[in-house]
């Protein structure tokens, strides 16, 4: 059973997005491209409640297919690492189930299974876990409520790379941020198996006001298609246009 490459999107934000499309719209159509997004709504240690702008994390997580968190700043590392292996499992049970449908019939799945066979599958799953491959785009959210946060993120993105990079799949990781004014999202790390470039990155950027997280998805999507052919962003025009982008 092979799954291919895993493929997503984890979304670091504080607020909710104020500018262009539906966020949760794109992550749908992510998710039908292959490509699982997962979001993190962070919050300050001190805030001792949520802001209204966060429960649209739950819902592009869940449009993405991926996995949504809410957390302080001082859990950030953790939760970036849980959500991203998370978001895994959860994408390679869906594999799964849908072979077992294929093999046994529409209406089984895992839980299904007798307990000892789903033992098995389980333990399936779980070295799929470690031996797939893996490419996680990290979007960044930089505008000015985010600014005091981002040496957080910094060290969390570091985290994250170390433990990812014990697992025996390969591993590839790139870092964009947003809002930028000419390009809506700007690369701050190109495709790399490391993010150990990760400790120089947030010291030069310049914060902004507004929040357009929906056509920063979509971007984030593009540099995915970039990634797999270069050639299909040179002509300016849209790669999923006949799919309904």
Same mark, same amino acid.
């Given at each position: 059973? $092979?799954?291919?490459?895993?493929?997503?999107?984890?979304?670091?934000?504080?607020?909710?997005?104020?500018?262009?499309?539906?966020?949760?719209?794109?992550?749908?159509?992510?998710?039908?491209?292959?490509?699982?997004?997962?979001?993190?709504?962070? *919050?300050?240690?001190?805030?001792?409640?949520?802001? $209204?702008?966060?429960?649209?994390?739950?819902?592009?997580?869940?449009?993405?297919?991926?996995?949504?968190?809410?957390?302080?700043?001082?859990?950030?590392?953790? @939760?970036?690492?849980?959500?991203?292996?998370?978001?895994?499992?959860? @994408?390679?049970?869906?594999?799964?189930? $849908?072979?077992?449908?294929?093999?046994?019939?529409?209406?089984?799945?895992?839980?299904?299974?007798?307990?000892?066979?789903?033992?098995?599958?389980?333990?399936?799953?779980?070295?799929?876990?470690?031996?797939?491959?893996?490419?996680?785009?990290?979007?960044?959210?930089?505008?000015?409520?985010?600014?005091?946060?981002?040496?957080?993120?910094?060290?969390?993105?570091?985290? *994250?790379?170390?433990?990812?990079?014990?697992?025996?799949?390969?591993?590839?990781?790139?870092?964009?941020?947003?809002?930028?004014?000419?390009? @809506?999202?700007?690369?701050?790390?190109?495709?790399?198996?490391?993010?150990?470039?990760?400790?120089?990155?947030?010291?030069?950027?310049?914060?902004?006001?507004?929040?357009?997280?929906?056509?920063?998805?979509?971007?984030?999507?593009?540099?995915?298609?970039?990634?797999?052919?270069?050639?299909?962003?040179?002509?300016?025009?849209?790669?999923?246009?006949? @799919?309904?982008?």
């Amino acid at each position: 059973m $092979k799954t291919g490459r895993l493929k997503q999107i984890l979304l670091l934000t504080d607020g909710c997005s104020n500018h262009g499309e539906d966020p949760a719209a794109v992550a749908a159509l992510a998710r039908n491209q292959g490509v699982t997004v997962n979001v993190i709504g962070v *919050l300050d240690d001190r805030q001792n409640s949520r802001p $209204k702008g966060l429960d649209e994390v739950e819902a592009i997580a869940e449009a993405g297919g991926g996995i949504s968190q809410i957390v302080y700043q001082k859990s950030l590392s953790q @939760t970036v690492q849980m959500v991203t292996r998370q978001a895994m499992t959860q @994408t390679i049970q869906g594999i799964v189930n $849908k072979e077992l449908q294929e093999i046994l019939g529409k209406n089984q799945s895992l839980e299904e299974l007798p307990p000892e066979q789903r033992g098995e599958v389980v333990e399936v799953v779980d070295e799929l876990g470690e031996s797939s491959a893996l490419e996680v785009l990290v979007l960044v959210d930089v505008s000015a409520s985010m600014h005091h946060k981002l040496p957080t993120v910094k060290d969390a993105l570091f985290d *994250l790379s170390l433990s990812l990079n014990a697992r025996s799949g390969s591993n590839q990781f790139s870092v964009y941020s947003f809002p930028d004014p000419k390009h @809506t999202i700007t690369q701050m790390v190109d495709w790399t198996p490391e993010l150990g470039a990760v400790n120089r990155l947030f010291s030069k950027l310049n914060s902004g006001g507004y929040t357009p997280t929906g056509p920063a998805l979509r971007q984030a999507l593009y540099a995915f298609a970039a990634k797999s052919d270069p050639s299909c962003l040179e002509d300016g025009e849209d790669p999923y246009e006949e @799919t309904g982008w």
